[in-house]
């Protein structure tokens, strides 16, 4: 069940300039079997904990196909678009969201389904009550997963800036890529647009055990965090940093920067189960395939001022759960 403990927070919005460069593909040692971590973390307070013993879909938005129509629906979804029925919990002894990806879809037109869920509502079908929420800088989220075991279903887990008017802001804790069992992608996505004039600092991450032996991510239940405030990303793989971004935090004009963004403004939470960045889920003989996850956490810095997490436009609401 979701519980949020919530001291009081002030936003502040400074821009940002960041030089575009390649990241390279980094190769990390890890301990695959590592234990869930404890809920307390040193120097950070807990906001936020869901362990799913079961949906909470006042917390949780389950995309559906109407979240992301268009004219050439099944060609954009991979043929496979968002389907709420796909998502579900078990409520084993410590409880597993489960993100399915199927054959088959409600609206008839596509041959298969995959899965996700948000922290916001792009759809008026949404059932039941469902409040918005986002996170603020200075947070670290941390999920536990086990990643699709299909080498050409994907799984991913991504948060998204929310009011950004001279563009996105897009943190990709990973991507799982086709076929590629060791190696997932991080990015940083930004810019007025994703195409053409968006921007992202990508990088291959292979995961390998303490002994250098690649690992199949599929085979372990991982720990994933990203941490950000106005000067860095930095994202983890049980413990380990994978990726970090320096941010370049001093005003930014125009003629300095054409794309300025920003990291101090709040971010959305998604995750979901689908095509991989390579590929489509029709190349999968073993459907269904399933993300499994055990938690999700939400931390603030010690000290870090602090508000509701809820509502659109921040406004305080009576949801909060302490």
């Known amino acids: 069940m979701a519980k949020f403990i919530t001291p009081a927070l002030v936003f502040t919005a400074l821009s940002i300039c960041l030089n575009a460069q390649p990241l390279p593909n980094k190769t ?77 879809e409600e609206q008839n037109l596509c041959s298969h389904s995959s899965s996700e869920i948000k922290s916001f509502s792009a759809s008026l079908q949404q059932e039941g009550p469902f409040d918005e929420w986002v996170l603020p800088p200075k947070c670290y989220v941390e999920i536990r997963t086990r990643v699709t075991d299909c080498g050409d279903v994907g799984s991913s887990f991504w948060l998204y800036g929310v009011g950004f008017p001279n ?30 004039d968006g921007k992202a600092l990508s990088a291959e991450i292979h995961v390998k055990n303490l002994n250098g032996d690649n690992i199949d991510l599929d085979d372990y239940d991982l720990n994933f965090g990203i941490f950000w405030d106005k000067t860095q990303l930095s994202m983890e793989l049980n413990g380990i940093e994978y ?30 189960a689908g095509a991989p960045l390579l590929g489509t889920v029709e190349d999968c003989n073993s459907l269904p395939d399933n993300q499994k996850v055990d938690y999700i956490r939400v931390y603030i810095e010690e000290g870090a001022k602090a508000v509701n997490l809820y509502g659109s436009n921040f406004k305080p609401t009576n949801k909060i759960q302490v």
């Open 243 to 272: 990726y970090n971004v320096e941010m370049l935090y001093e005003k930014c004009k125009s003629k300095i920067c054409k794309n300025p963004y920003r990291t101090t403004l709040p971010y959305h939470v998604l995750l979901g």
């Open 28 to 104: 990390i040692k890890i301990n695959p079997n590592l234990p869930e971590s404890p809920l307390t973390k040193e120097g950070y307070v807990l906001l936020f904990s869901d362990e799913f013993e079961t949906l909470n879909t006042s917390t949780w938005n389950r995309s559906g196909p109407g979240d992301y129509s268009s004219q050439n629906f099944c060609e954009e979804n991979k043929n496979s678009p968002k389907n709420a029925s796909n998502v579900s919990v078990v409520p084993d002894e410590d409880g597993t969201l489960i993100l399915k990806v199927r054959e088959g």
């Open 167 to 196: 563009g996105i802001s897009e943190p990709d804790i990973f991507e799982l890529k086709a076929d590629l069992k060791n190696i997932f992608q991080a990015n940083f996505h930004y810019g007025p647009n994703y195409i053409p």
